[in-house]
């Protein structure tokens, strides 16, 4: 934390009454992220083993059912599985983090620092997604081996990784923060974790009607249609570049509003 101390005092010739300088948004998102690893690292072997056994688990049981000549089903299946893992990390486990954070009063240390809203947010859910990472590869090159999809799809796994995680991380974060209790922040990680899986999973095309506006509302789907479509032997690559772009303005609006929410629960 000396890092965000320096960065606070101003110069020693800076002329009274100016206010002090904060440090920048990477400097603090960076101290943010080596501090919450630290915490994280004690828990690495369970997230790392629970966060890929959902999803492989998932591939497995749905490779003796789904229609084996459909590519849009199996390109579906193996990204929808591997934005579950970044969902398990950044939504669910997130809404749990920042839920004990402010029943704890944890938050008012970080509002009693120069360090942005946003800052927090994203150093958090990069320390929870490090450790996911290793799921995140393992999924989808089994389900690149399961299904027989081409590899050349993995070039696009980075971006989809980084935007699904930061469009979740905002609603993780907002959860956590508006729930009035930690358990119940608990529960609304796991419910948005399970519509993440249902709609991820399910091509849009095979959906009933009625569910097609929900899945359009969930940003995570964008990232998997994504690297669906980059899984398959002709991705077009305009609409992914599309999907991916409602990714990222959408990850900005739910980081910006889960800041919003980090500055209300510490002013309380």
Partial sequence: MSDLLAARA??????????????GLGVAIRVVYQQQLLRVRVARVPLLFVAALQSVGILLLLRGVVDSHDAVVRTQVVAGSTVLVVAFVALNLLAQRFGSMRGNGALDYYGALPVPPAAVVLGTAASYATMAVPGTIVTAVLGILLYQLPFAGLVLLLPVVLLAGASLAGIGALLGLLAPKPELATVA????MSAVLFLGIIPEGKLPLLLRPIRAAVPSTYAADAFAAALRPDPSWASIALDLAVCAVVALVSLALGGWALRRAVRR
């Fill in 189 to 192: 990680g796991q419910l948005g």
């Fill in 10 to 23: 101003p110069s020693a010739v800076a002329a009274a009454g100016s206010a002090p300088v904060g440090p």
